[in-house]
DNA sequence: CTTATTTCAGATGAACTGAAATGC
DNA sequence: CGCATTTCAGTTTATCTGAAATAA
């Protein structure tokens, strides 16, 4: 009966996926940890790099994630100096996050690790096999969203 | 200085991995909640159906996570009645993992909705492309547990 | 003796829901 | 008023580490 189904046949994405993001938070966990940070800060880190004046709700929603869950997040990378928040001016309800001097210091100190991280993790596709590969995890990353690629 | 450096032109793959995971793994908790589970036990129970006679421990290391880790899942599934364990004749420290009737009706009964949700997922990728996305996973989970593709 | 499997106990991280205060 | 942002409090899920019992 459903041996006969096509869905039996490989194993889930879903369950590669989890496999993978566990097995990658692992290794930059052991990265990061010497700085007092755990993956999920670090990986927080950058996105503030890159999307610079985001209040921590917009960060949720960026990130899929509950405002009160980023909220726990925010406050942690408060509390260590990475980044400090002021009220915007324009609308004083939100507070924009902003990284201080150390944050960004401890950016650079892990890029290198984390860079060579994430090529290991690759090793054996050729670039444009990792091309296609974040491009089609963009493509999830929106079917699951129901919205348009990334902001 | 930093943002003359390669690593911060895009996202990293770690944080596209983990948005995809925590968007797909929480569509698959909505299918799966009505017939209480969560979706790492139905993801669970997908694995035991395509690797039947497997211990507990066996299963940790099938899917990154320690004994421990994998003994509470397993507790859960045995509780549930979804799975039913028995003393290995020729190695009495394992315990065997087998599906039940209760079990094999469960991953049916969500089977369909299950593969939709994939196939959602992948929406605007190729068949091509889909696997070469399932491809670069097992390339990805394979490299980080410095181990051969999969068993 | 050493190693593998399981179990017991406790800790932590990372998400959630609900509710309230503030400001647009 | 209704909606967005933040904060406070409590909860759940899914991991971990350490330690002990049993058996190969």
New interface residues.
């Given amino acids: 009966?459903?041996e006969s189904?096509?869905?039996?046949r490989?194993?889930?994405?879903?369950?590669?996926?989890?496999?993978?993001?566990?097995?990658?938070?692992?290794?930059?966990d052991d990265i990061v940890r010497p700085g007092g940070m755990t993956?999920l800060q670090y990986?927080a880190l950058?996105?503030l790099?890159?999307h610079a004046d985001m209040s921590s709700a917009q960060l949720a929603r960026h990130?899929?994630?509950t405002a009160q869950s980023m909220a726990d997040l925010i406050g942690a990378l408060e509390a260590r100096g990475l980044i400090e928040r002021y009220r915007d001016r324009t609308d004083r309800r939100r507070l924009v996050v902003a990284l201080t001097a150390e944050g960004?210091a401890l950016?650079?100190r892990y890029?290198e690790e984390?860079?060579a991280?994430?090529a290991?993790?690759?090793?054996?596709?050729l670039p444009d096999?990792?091309a296609?590969?974040?491009r089609?995890?963009?493509?999830?990353?929106a079917?699951?969203?129901g919205k348009t690629p990334?902001p």
């Fill in positions: 009966m459903s189904m096509s869905a039996g490989e194993p889930m994405l879903l369950y590669l996926i989890k496999q993978v993001e566990l097995a990658a938070r692992s290794r930059l993956a990986t950058t996105v790099e890159r990130s899929f994630v960004r950016l650079d890029r984390v860079t991280l994430e290991s993790m690759v090793t054996g596709l096999e990792v296609m590969l974040r089609a995890l963009n493509t999830c990353r079917n699951l969203a990334v």
